[in-house]
C-alpha cells in the first residue's frame, strides 16, 4: 500500500493545522493512523482509526487532534488544534490489519511539522 503524506510545515504555538494522507482504494485498508518522530525520540502513536469507527490517541494529543478519514477522497486526515512547541515532529502515515498491529504495516515517506513558541 503506498502512502503519501501531504499539508506539513511551519506552525506557530496554538495554531491549527491540519495533514493529509492519500492512499488508493482507502477502505480496502482496515485501519491507518499517524505516527511521529521528535529528534531524539522514539516514533510514537499519535493517533489511529478502523474501519469500525474505532479510535485511539496518544495521550499527549487527547482532546486536540482528531483523526478521520474520507473514503470518497481516499484520504486519512490528522486535525491538529492548539499546536505545541512539543508536537514538532516529523509525522507518518501508516496503514495496516488492525490499530494494534498498525506498525508492521505500510508506511509513508513521513513529513515535517514544525510548531514555533
Known amino acids: 500500500v503506498r502512502l503519501v503524506e501531504s499539508g506539513g510545515g511551519l506552525v506557530q504555538a496554538g495554531g491549527s493545522h491540519r495533514l493529509s494522507c492519500s492512499a488508493r482504494n482507502i477502505d480496502s485498508i482496515p485501519a491507518m493512523g499517524w505516527y511521529r518522530q521528535a529528534p531524539g525520540k522514539e516514533r510514537e502513536l499519535v493517533a489511529a482509526i478502523d474501519t469500525h469507527g474505532s479510535v485511539d490517541y496518544a495521550d499527549a494529543v487527547k482532546g486536540r487532534f482528531t483523526i478521520s478519514r474520507d473514503s470518497s477522497k481516499n484520504t486519512l486526515y490528522l486535525q491538529m488544534n492548539s499546536l505545541k512547541p512539543e508536537d514538532t515532529a516529523i509525522y507518518y502515515c501508516?496503514?495496516?490489519?488492525?490499530?494494534?498491529?498498525?506498525?508492521?504495516?505500510?508506511w509513508g515517506q513521513g513529513i515535517q511539522v514544525t510548531v514555533s513558541s
Open positions: 501508516a496503514g495496516g490489519l488492525a490499530i494494534a498491529t498498525l506498525s508492521a504495516g505500510s
